[in-house]
T-cell receptor, first 112, second 116 residues
Framework: AQTVTQSQPEMSVQEAETVTLSCTYD???????LFWYKQPPSRQMILVIR??????QNATENRFSVNFQKAAKSFSLKISDSQLGDAAMYFC?????????FGTGTRLKVLA | DAGVIQSPRHEVTEMGQEVTLRCKPI?????LFWYRQTMMRGLELLIY????????DSGMPEDRFSAKMPNASFSTLKIQPSEPRDSAVYFC??????????????FGPGTRLLVL
């Protein structure tokens, strides 16, 4: 069975600082993909970043980057230069052939 | 490009009434997913379709829930009869499914359902 665990229900960061959100997963598949989605108060689910498991290089998207540790089955999200608009729920997701498995989410608060 | 379109955005109904949620996936996508999100249970996958065919409906909570995808551009999720515990945000998502890779799921804005 595939599982995704986000052990931090809530995190806080000062504006302009850096924060890292943790995610661990378990899967028996050799080919899979990992995602981070952001859900602001509007409830819209927005893709932040994706990582193919076969790629060793960590994905980056502007201020967002991941630390993908395949052996440890860890997939953390780093947000640099945090902005007030980054305040949201962040979901880690694992995908096999068809389904996505989502974690329970981490609520990020950005302090002015 | 238009994203995933869901209607209605908000629905308030009384217990026992039939509720129909609608979804139009992104043009060209061949996989469609229905999710339910609540505070207690988080984000749950209800059912997904590939090429208009239901592949896995094991997440559908009970017989009161049914989903259809009559064509590539339209899907419905129906609850009959509705109950207060069905109150949640229902998301539709779509993606292009390939055998050789996993493409990103794109979510609609959700339908916020309140059953009184």
């Amino acid at each position: 069975a595939q599982t995704v665990t986000q052990s931090q229900p809530e995190m806080s960061v000062q504006e302009a600082e850096t924060v890292t959100l943790s995610c661990t997963y378990d899967t028996s598949e050799s080919d899979y993909y990992l995602f981070w989605y952001k859900q602001p108060p509007s409830r819209q689910m927005i893709l932040v970043i994706r990582q193919e498991a076969y790629k060793q290089q960590n994905a980056t998207e502007n201020r967002f980057s991941v630390n993908f540790q395949k052996a440890a089955k860890s997939f953390s999200l780093k947000i640099s230069d945090s902005q007030l608009g980054d305040a949201a729920m962040y979901f880690c997701a694992l995908s096999g052939t068809y389904k996505y498995i989502f974690g329970t989410g981490t609520r990020l608060k950005v302090l002015a | 490009d238009a994203g995933v379109i869901q209607s209605p955005r908000h629905e308030v109904t009384e217990m026992g009434q039939e509720v129909t949620l609608r979804c139009k996936p992104i043009s060209g996508h061949n996989s469609l997913f229905w999710y339910r999100q609540t505070m207690m249970r988080g984000l749950e996958l209800l059912i997904y379709f590939n090429n208009n065919v239901p592949i896995d409906d094991s997440g559908m909570p009970e017989d009161r829930f049914s989903a259809k995808m009559p064509n590539a551009s339209f899907s419905t999720l129906k609850i009959q009869p509705s109950e207060p515990r069905d109150s949640a945000v229902y998301f539709c998502a779509s993606r292009w499914h390939l055998e050789t890779s996993v493409e990103t799921q794109y979510f609609g804005p959700g339908t916020r359902l309140l059953v009184l």
